[in-house]
């Protein structure tokens, strides 16, 4: 796949390797809308075929967006990482909805969406 065919960088928080998790199925279905895919998960090294960045504060480059599949509780502690690696847009996906952190991240400037990935994806919403 060329940079031209990607359509988005999209790091996945809380990737799993686990097929039967929503943040699993993400992976897989972000990189059949052939979207460029950094899962991240603090033990996993491989997720899908794909290597994996172990925190939030490790990934480099530009991303457009980030999507959430961690507690609300784990989010809190991120809300640095997330602001300095200013995606695009965050997904808070549901169950890791975080009204402080979500409002945190709206005054810094980054567009903050309540969907579902996999949703999105599907409806051509993404």
Do not use: W
Not at 75 to 86: E, G, H, K, R, Y
């Amino acid at each position: 796949m060329t940079e031209q065919e990607i359509k988005h960088r999209v790091v996945v928080l809380g990737a799993s390797n686990n097929p039967e998790r929503y943040s699993n199925k993400a992976v897989r279905m972000l990189r059949e809308h052939g979207h460029e895919v950094v899962p991240v998960h603090p033990v996993a090294t491989e997720i899908e075929g794909l290597p994996v960045v172990p925190r939030l504060d490790q990934v480099t480059g530009k991303v457009d967006t980030l999507t959430l599949y961690v507690s609300p509780d784990t989010l809190t502690p991120m809300q640095a990482d997330i602001i300095s690696l200013n995606p695009g847009r965050v997904i808070f996906n549901p169950g890791t909805e975080n009204p402080q952190l979500m409002q945190e991240l709206r005054q810094h400037g980054l567009k903050v969406v309540e969907a579902c990935t996999l949703v999105l994806l599907r409806t051509g919403q993404f």
